[in-house]
C-alpha cells in the first residue's frame, strides 16, 4: 500500500509539461516564458500557440487540458496521433481507446479507417479519406483534421481557411487568429490580424498584447468543460 501511494503522487506531481506540450500547471518547465516582454517580444510565442490551441482542442473535445494531459501520460501517445484519435473516434463512434490500441499494435490510419465498424457523415469520410491519403504522415494529418475544426467552430468557409495557410499560417496559427478574431473588441478579420504576424513582423505576443490580452487570457477565452 505504501509502494501505491508512492506511484500515486509520482503519477499526479510528476512535470507533465512533455505531454502535449500542455501547460497544466505553473510547474510545467516547458515554457519559461509565460508573459509577453516587449524587449524579447517573440519570447513567448510557443507557449501562446500552445495554449490557445490546447483550449481549441479541449473545447471541440470536451474536454478538460489535464484529461488530454492524463491520455498523454497514460500512453506516451503523440500529439498528432492523439489529435487524430480523438476525431475519428467522436465522428466514427468508436471508441477511441481501440484507434490507439491498433496504432500501437503497429497498425495504420488506413487500417483503423477501412474498419466494418466505422460510422460517420459524409463530411467526416471526406477528412477520413484525406488522412488516408496521408500515408501515415501525421503531422500533415493533424492538419487535416484541424482544419475540419476551424471549418465547423468557426462556423468559417475552407477558403478562408486555405487563404490563412496560403499567407503562411500553420493550423495553430489558424486557431489563433480566429480565436482573437472572435473575442477582441476590435473589428479585425483573422486574416487582418495574421498580416500583422507574417507582413509587419509582430511577435504573437504582441499582437495579443493589441487586442488586449496576455498570452494565459489568450489561452482562456474558449472555455471547455
Known sequence: ????????????????????????????????????????????????????????????????????????MKGGIDPDTLLIGLYVAREGAVELDNVLAILENGGSWQQVLSSSSLKGDAEAKEVFTQITATRGNNAEAA??????????????????????HREGATGRESVLVNILAQHSSRDSKPADILTMYTRQQKSWGEIANYYGFTPKETGNLLKGP
Open 1 to 72: 500500500m505504501k509502494l501505491l501511494g508512492i506511484l500515486l503522487l509520482l503519477l499526479f506531481f510528476v512535470p507533465v509539461s512533455w505531454a502535449m506540450n500542455l501547460e497544466s500547471t505553473s510547474s510545467c518547465h516547458c515554457f519559461k516564458d509565460r508573459a509577453f516582454d516587449p524587449a524579447r517580444k517573440f519570447a513567448a510565442d510557443k507557449y501562446l500557440l500552445t495554449t490557445s490551441f490546447n483550449s481549441f482542442i479541449a473545447v471541440n473535445f470536451q474536454l478538460s487540458k489535464s484529461q488530454i494531459v492524463m491520455m498523454k
Open 143 to 164: 492538419e487535416i483534421v484541424t482544419d475540419q475544426l476551424l471549418k465547423n467552430y468557426f462556423a468559417i468557409g475552407m477558403e478562408d481557411i486555405v487563404s490563412l
